[in-house]
């Protein structure tokens, strides 16, 4: 049996259940459950089935402290265990970090969990906000208001960001900090490490079209990928499907695609923003506890079909992956367009399923 001493701790917990013997079911260890419904068992976790999977836990309370930043739970790792489950077991979390360390990609990726520093956006509903917006609602075929961004990361103005979050460190000298504000649109990073600027000037006055801005302190950690956020169920049967792309406007165009059957429930949606495919799909699954995906990749055009093959091989004995499907558009350079401009082709690299 695996992890003989951490089962053996969860046993003691209050209104302990077993569901099956690696689905188990109590009190909160973290939050301490709903006073009101002292009958309920709100945390659940997921023993591994083999050495290659991780322990998964997570608690349907909104107000526990595990549910943070749209995401609960995820992968129990010794810190979780100690701080907040309070094991005070020596042995137990040694056995529990020897089990992470035999999973290949938690210590690729050091098995660590980013928590954001919570930085709002806030967008005026003033005229060069209301420009900018016009040309990704032009571009994409939106029609977003100012108000429809927050939801999106998105934030039109590099100085109403920097006032609101009190941010008084500045990276750039005076004149192209005017030019980010005046000709850019910023997408914040999915650990708020970073914005993400495009330059929309039609002549690209900045002379590169992403300019990336750090808004955290350095971090070893850091990463410049962009999460659209989903919903995922850690515990449901169905794998969960990563969607990932190159740029952030491409997928945007790939996301409101209807035709590209991406928006299945259970999702996260990525875009690498300079990172390696590789490196947002293992940060994705480290962050969410994932190990059972259906993976998407939405391509730019001139990328061919060996580079995708290559990766597949990179990943697959780390993660399990039910299907990886490449999408180009026929019509266009990548999917950052509006639908008229978007006629996909999918080519698929890997497939378990049956389709019935
Ligand atoms: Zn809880």
Known sequence: MLLPGLRNFFTMAPLYREKDSNNLEMR?????GSKSNTSARQLSIKLPEDKKEPVLYN??????????????????????????????????S???????????????SKGIIREKKGYTTFNLNNQRNKSKLEYLN???????????????????????????????????????MDMIDRYCIGFISAFDDYIIFRDISPNNILGQRYITYRINEKNTHETKIYIHP???????????????????ISLFGGIYNNDLNINTPNKVFAANCGSHFTHTISSICVQYGLTNIVLNILSDSEVKRRFYDKLYR???????IQEMIVHYN??????????????????TISSNRLYL
């Open 138 to 176: 032009k571009r994409l075929g939106w029609s977003l208001q100012t108000s429809d961004l927050k939801k999106l990361k998105i934030q039109l103005s590099l100085y109403d960001f920097l006032q609101i979050n009190n941010i008084k460190k500045v990276p750039f000298p005076p004149n192209v």
């Open 28 to 32: 909160c260890l973290i939050c301490g």
């Open 230 to 248: 989903g919903e995922i169920d850690l515990l449901s049967p169905e794998p969960a499907t990563i969607t990932v792309a190159e740029g952030i």
């Open 59 to 92: 608690c349907y309370r909104a107000s526990c402290p595990s549910n943070r930043n749209g995401r609960s739970g995820g992968i129990l790792t010794p810190e979780v265990l100690t701080k907040q489950m309070r094991c005070m077991d020596a042995e137990t």
């Open 314 to 320: 990179q990943i697959k004995d780390d993660i399990d």
């Open 330 to 347: 026929r019509k266009r350079e990548d999917f950052g367009h509006r639908q008229s401009y978007i006629q996909p082709k999918r080519l």
């Open 94 to 108: 040694m056995e529990l970090a020897k089990h992470n360390k035999g999973i290949k990609w938690i210590k690729n």
